[in-house]
């Protein structure tokens, strides 16, 4: 009679290809769920993009696509409020920018979905505004494909600028793509030449029998004057570097129109500058006009006093500023 006992050693065999399998096939659907999701939160991505180019977030979509994994894709997002109750006119410079440098990525042929532009207002994510403590806008921030933001992931507006060019150079450095900027055509320039031009020959013709004025000393002194205070105000760097007119606290609606850094301006304050320097260029007018002339003493003496407070008021107000951004200068002058 034969034996029905089973053998030990295939029942070892046996029990260990089954745990193998159970080990295995939890693993193996785990990472094709993974695959799934994230092929669905690209597809999704790249149909939002379609449409608009930069993809506009609430407080879910942001933590879904954004915060959340599987990502294989880096994300820059703009932390704004755009509303117009919020009154921030930064934001909506800041936007323009943005929307550029954006539209210049999604039109240009080296486009992919290892890229997307998003925005967050403050008004539909507050939640994220509160979950990043976050409490100023506009914020410029990069969210890699993979890992947590570092410091450098957020893009220096106060001491750059958010012009799309530097945004650009920004995103290059923390991502590798390339994105060169495309600007709209922009014939502002040429019409406001071609009206100059038009008024000069228009106010030549006019006076062609007397041309006298040509010469006149005062008029080409004065001309000359507002192109010195322009470019020693800090017009050019605002040129070339767009920082926003001012900054407002979202928190408490406070107003900063002098920045507190050396490295850096808003427009606001070159503006001050100018007229700072144009008041103090009168004292000093005033007090040659004093020394010089031959008229009444009185008159004279009373010029004299206002050329003099002029030159000694402003002058006090200037170097406030200029202390208050360079921390540690020892001096001043009547205003602290």
């Known amino acids: 009679m034969a034996s029905t ?23 193996g659907g785990g990472q094709k769920k993974k695959e799934n999701l994230l092929s669905e939160k690209v597809e999704q991505m790249m149909e939002w993009s379609s449409r608009r180019s930069v993809i506009r977030m609430n407080g879910d979509k942001f933590r879904r696509f954004v915060k959340a ?11 704004t409020a755009l509303q117009p109750q919020r009154q921030c006119s930064v934001c909506r410079q ?3 920018e943005y929307q550029v440098l954006a539209n210049s990525w999604r039109y240009s042929s080296a486009f992919s979905n290892k890229l997307f532009f998003t925005v967050v207002d403050y008004d539909e994510g507050a939640d994220v505004f509160q979950q990043l403590n976050m409490n100023s806008a506009p914020t410029f921030m990069h969210f890699p494909a993979k890992g947590k933001p570092k410091r450098a992931d957020t893009f220096d507006l106060q001491r750059i600028g958010f012009a799309s060019e530097q945004l650009a150079k920004w995103i290059a450095d923390r991502t590798d793509v390339q994105i060169r900027v495309f600007r709209p055509p922009n014939y502002s320039g040429t019409i406001a030449l071609a009206l100059l031009v038009s008024l000069v020959g228009g106010l030549l013709y006019l006076r062609r029998n007397n041309l006298e004025f040509i010469y006149n000393k005062t008029g080409w002194a004065m001309a000359a004057l507002c192109v010195v205070f322009a470019m020693t ?6 040129h070339i570097r767009g920082p926003p007119y001012a900054h407002k606290n979202p928190q408490n609606g406070q107003v ?12 606001a304050e070159s503006h001050i500058i100018l007229l700072l320097n144009a008041a103090i260029t009168m004292g000093m007018v005033l007090l040659n006009e004093a020394a010089t002339s031959k008229g009444d003493v009185g008159k004279r003496r009373i010029i004299c006093l206002v050329g003099l407070g002029l030159v000694v008021f402003f002058f006090s107000f200037l170097l406030s500023i200029f202390r208050s951004k360079y921390h540690g200068y020892p001096y001043s002058f009547l205003i602290k």
């Open 94 to 96: 800041a936007n323009e």
């Open 256 to 267: 900063s129109y002098i920045h507190g850094s050396s490295q850096a301006q808003f427009v």
């Open 5 to 27: 006992r089973t053998n030990p050693i295939v029942n070892l065999h046996f029990l260990t290809v089954l745990l193998l399998l159970a080990i295995c096939l939890p693993f």
């Open 233 to 238: 105000s800090g017009q050019m760097w605002n």
């Open 69 to 79: 994994p599987p990502r294989n894709y880096s994300v820059i997002v703009m932390f």
